[in-house]
């Protein structure tokens, strides 16, 4: 069995700040890739940003330079931090990761944590 669980989200006002968490549990040998997604009503869920699990970021245009992710791999825990919110992030925030398994190498996906900026 494993888990990922996010938290952190929430309604916060345009300009202001959230940090989401996203901590995976369960029988996991290591993990390899993390990263977070989102995906507002009606759209396609999108990729915010990923980190490798040497540290090795990658962010969306849309949040580069207000978002930013991190990962502390002893508590198997990624996080996002936004700052400068606006309107248009408001979506639902998924976290994903790639963990190896006995065996295998599978993708998990959280169950989504909501945020919300007003104007």
């Known amino acids: 069995q494993v888990q990922l669980v996010e938290s952190g989200g929430g309604l916060v006002q345009t300009g202001g700040s959230l940090r989401l968490s996203c901590a995976a549990s369960?029988?996991?040998?290591?993990?390899?890739?993390m990263g977070w997604y989102r995906q507002a009503p009606g759209t396609q869920r999108d990729m915010v940003a990923t980190?490798?699990?040497?540290?090795?970021?990658n962010v969306a245009d849309s949040v580069k330079g207000r978002f930013t992710i991190s990962r502390d791999n002893a508590k198997n825990t990624v996080y996002l931090q936004m700052t400068s919110l606006k309107p248009e992030d408001t979506a639902k925030y998924y976290c994903?990761?790639?963990?190896?398994?006995?065996?295998?190498?599978?993708?998990?996906w959280g169950q989504g944590t909501q945020v919300t900026v007003s104007s």
């Open positions: 994903a990761a790639n963990l190896v398994r006995l065996g295998y190498i599978a993708k998990y």
């Open positions: 980190i490798t699990s040497d540290g090795i970021t």
């Open positions: 369960g029988s996991i040998v290591s993990i390899k890739a």
